[in-house]
């Protein structure tokens, strides 16, 4: 089945620093991803959306110059999360969905973020 | 744009009952309905999903149905095993699967 691979799982950094987050595909090729972000006992909430080459749409309210998307491969996205400060801690969550005619999307395992 | 609404937020029961989750969704025009479940600290995971051509589907101790006319899909776990105890979540896309909605989560926790 599809599977999609997210790191790290736990990440802590320093205010003002900038922490990267890997999504890959591991066994299909992504046309579109999503990242999400989790807070405690909540639902996800959708960031942003990639496609493949092209520049990430970001939801309303999400700032565009914190969380850096990139999504230069079939494969692989990154979220980057610049100067970050504690109010960034939280749960972040990718999901991937193929090219093929195969409904459904799948999720990484998401990365803990702990900004101190 | 679509919103998903889910009831209800927590939901407990004996090992062995049933369990049931249900989720209305806005628009019309979407039409693929998966739930997810998540355990503490993980990604969600696919339990089963459904398309809007289909008024039910069944895998083993999971169901869902759905009624379009109505916007309302359902889950309903049967037999429940403690190791069924979660978060659920139910979501809903549209047509073309561009974003996904998520519903708000109900934590079953599953008694032995």
């Known amino acids: 089945g599809a599977v999609v691979s997210q790191h790290p799982s736990r990440v802590i950094c320093k205010s003002g620093t900038s922490v990267k987050i890997e999504c890959r595909s591991l066994?299909?090729?992504?046309?579109?991803m999503f990242w999400y972000r989790q807070f405690p006992k909540k639902s996800l909430m959708l960031m942003a959306t990639s496609n493949e080459g092209s520049k990430a749409t970001y939801e309303q309210g999400v700032e565009k110059d914190k969380f850096l998307i990139n999504h230069a491969s079939l494969t692989l996205s990154t979220l980057t999360v610049t100067s970050a400060h504690p109010e960034d801690s939280s749960f972040y969550i990718c999901?991937?969905?193929?090219?093929?005619?195969?409904?459904?999307?799948?999720f990484g395992s998401g990365t803990r973020l702990t900004v101190v | 744009g679509e919103n998903v609404e889910q009831h209800p937020s927590t939901l407990s029961v004996q090992e062995g009952d049933s369990a049931v989750i249900k989720c209305t969704y806005s628009?019309?025009?979407?039409?693929?309905f998966p739930w997810y479940k998540q355990e503490l600290g993980k990604g969600p995971q696919l339990i089963i999903d459904?398309?809007?051509?289909?008024g039910e589907k069944k895998d083993q101790r999971i169901a869902v149905t759905l009624n379009k006319t109505a916007k309302h899909f359902s889950l309903h776990i049967t037999e429940t095993q403690p190791e069924d105890s979660a978060v659920y979540f139910c979501?809903?896309?549209?047509?073309?699967?561009?974003?996904?909605?998520f519903g708000t989560g109900t934590r079953l926790l599953v008694s032995p």
């Open positions: 066994d299909f090729q992504a046309t579109t």
């Open positions: 979501a809903a896309s549209n047509t073309g699967f561009q974003k996904l909605v």
């Open positions: 459904i398309r809007s051509n289909v």
């Open positions: 999901s991937a969905r193929g090219t093929e005619k195969v409904y459904g999307y799948t």
């Open positions: 628009d019309s025009a979407s039409n693929y």
